[in-house]
């Protein structure tokens, strides 16, 4: 079975924190760097995955200050 691309493991893992509580709104997410290790990938599908996450509503990235559980994330109560 092919592995799946990188980005989409990152996007399916923060989604499924988000939706379960493990990550709340307003809840800072790892640095790219951090993600970088922990999925043992460079920083372009980290960019990638949290570029979409952001997009469909569910973080918000701040330029210099990092990425943040949105306060309304689809898919949740409070979305």
Do not use: N
């Not at 709104?25 to 960019?47: F, K």
Request: net charge neutral; glycine share 8%; charged share 20%.
């Amino acid at each position: 079975m092919p592995r799946r691309p990188v980005y989409e493991q990152v996007i399916d893992d923060i989604t499924t924190a988000i939706r379960t509580g493990q990550l709340k709104p307003g809840d800072r997410l790892p640095s790219i760097a951090d993600l970088c290790v922990q999925y043992e990938a460079s920083a372009t599908p980290i960019r990638h995955a949290l570029l979409l996450l952001d997009a469909r509503g569910w973080i918000e990235t701040h330029q210099g200050r990092g990425s943040f559980v949105a306060a309304h994330p689809p898919g949740t109560a409070a979305g």
